[in-house]
T-cell receptor, first 116, second 115 residues
């Protein structure tokens, strides 16, 4: 079974500053994928960034980047130059692609507030 | 295009009503999912269809009945719901490759209120 832990229920950042959201996971599988999803108050779950476990290079997507530490099972999200539109609930998730298990395991989420 | 559409956006129903939620994707994805999400909680998986066949049923009560008419459509039929079933219902889809990334794309959700 996979577990995903987000230890920060809430975070806040000043506009234009940088913030890092933490995520740790536990899986016994060797082939898996990690994701960060953003869910603004408008409610749609939006993919922010994804990382394949077999890739050592950290994924980046514009102002969003991850710090993937496979041995430590850590997958943090860094948001640079924070914008008001980044305010949302952020969910870290893990997916194992083996067999017929299509289950995406979510953390409990981190609510990010961006202060002007 | 990574669009998943859901209708209706909002739904209010009584405990004796029968209603349906609809989900559609045109990305050629072969897996579709229903999730239930309570406020400030992560989504909880309800059902998974892969290649139009139900592959996962997470012990969901029988008052929820999924249907996959074709590879682009996914319905969730609701009957005799309880007030505790009030939630945001999210649909998602993903492409199924054997040796590639697996990413789920979500629709905007249907906000359901059971009175």
């Amino acid at each position: 079974a996979q577990t995903v832990t987000q230890s920060q229920p809430e975070m806040s950042v000043q506009e234009a500053e940088t913030v890092t959201l933490s995520c740790t996971y536990d899986t016994s599988e060797s082939d898996y994928y990690l994701f960060w999803y953003k869910q603004p108050p408008s409610r749609q779950m939006i993919l922010v960034i994804r990382q394949e476990a077999y890739k050592q290079q950290n994924a980046t997507e514009n102002r969003f980047s991850v710090n993937f530490q496979k041995a430590a099972k850590s997958f943090s999200l860094k948001i640079s130059d924070s914008q008001l539109g980044d305010a949302a609930m952020y969910f870290c998730a893990c997916f194992y692609s083996g067999g017929s298990n299509y289950k995406l395991t979510f953390g409990k989420g981190t609510l990010l507030t961006v202060n002007p | 295009d990574t669009e998943v559409t859901q209708t209706p956006k909002h739904l209010v129903m009584g405990m004796t009503n029968k209603k349906s939620l609809k989900c559609e994707q045109h990305m050629g994805h072969r897996a579709m999912y229903w999730y239930k999400q309570k406020a400030k909680k992560p989504p909880e998986l309800m059902f998974v269809y892969s290649y139009e066949k139900l592959s996962i049923n997470e012990s969901v009560p029988s008052r929820f009945s999924p249907e996959c008419p074709n590879s682009s459509l996914l319905n969730l039929h609701l009957h005799a719901l309880q007030p505790e079933d009030s939630a945001l219902y999210l649909c998602a889809s993903s492409q199924l490759y054997t040796d590639s990334q697996e990413t789920q794309y979500f629709g905007p959700g249907t906000r359901l209120l059971v009175l």
